[in-house]
């Protein structure tokens, strides 16, 4: 796997998107949501870590990005025809431009015949206003930065104040850095990857897992 995830972030720093779609496909384990979590999540890792180290460009970082992006869009499909029956929900990237946890998520969410709404990258006020529009209630926030993990804080005293009942389960890498962090801002669950996300939201809204 190391040899793998080393080719893979080879492939990524010098753009080449062929290579690193053969990859994906030569990949034969299933499901193919395992090569997004143990290749693509690591190299990302790497490539970030080697940027914190002078290595790498931002350039690259960002490039590996999207080309990582693109090809989660390929993996997962856009989901089972077949929904299930759901409190009504939502995802979002809180006051963050980080958008490949929360593609994953979602995708995988669809994948496995969830419907729920992708918001994009929100702030505070218009999220409130969207959550009580849309009558939202498990919201999944994804954030990769510190500051805007702290404003779940926020964003949960607006919604406790409106009396809206919503579950907050939230992801990111803040939330893997320090393991209280997601109760400390009220959020009501915690995943560590796009995988416990299913079972998490079974669990939080009262359904069997
Ligand atoms: C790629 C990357 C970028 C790319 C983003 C490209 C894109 N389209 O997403 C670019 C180059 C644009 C970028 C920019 C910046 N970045 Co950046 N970036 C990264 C990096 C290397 C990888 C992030 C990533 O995509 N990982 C892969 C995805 C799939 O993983 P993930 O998001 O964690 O998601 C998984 C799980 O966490 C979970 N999950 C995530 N969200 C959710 C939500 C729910 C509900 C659930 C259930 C699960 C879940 O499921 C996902 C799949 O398993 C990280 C390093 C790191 N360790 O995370 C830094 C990192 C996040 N970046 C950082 C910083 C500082 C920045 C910049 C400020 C840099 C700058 N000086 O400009 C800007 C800010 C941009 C902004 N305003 O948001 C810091 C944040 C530090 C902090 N504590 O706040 C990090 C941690 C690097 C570091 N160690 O310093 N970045």
Redesign the pocket.
Known sequence: MEKLIENFVQSLLSLDRLSAKKMLEDFTSAPKITF??SV??PA??K???G??EGEFA?SQ??M???I??DLVYEILPSGSPERKDQPKMA?CVLS???????T??YSLLRASGFDLLDYGTMEVDDLVVNVRQDGIKVL?????????ALKIRQLKEKLVSLDLDVKI?????????DNKLWQEVGADA????????VS?IRSISGGVE
Do not use: T
């Open positions: 997004i979590e693509v999540i990302l890792e490539i970030g870590k940027w914190q931002l970082v960002y590996a990005g999207r990582c992006e995802i963050d431009q980080h958008k490949l946890g929360k994953i998520v999944l926030i994804s954030v990769l930065m510190l500051p805007s389960v939230v992801g990111g890498a803040p939330f893997r850095f915690m995943c560590a990857n796009a995988s416990e996300a998490v």
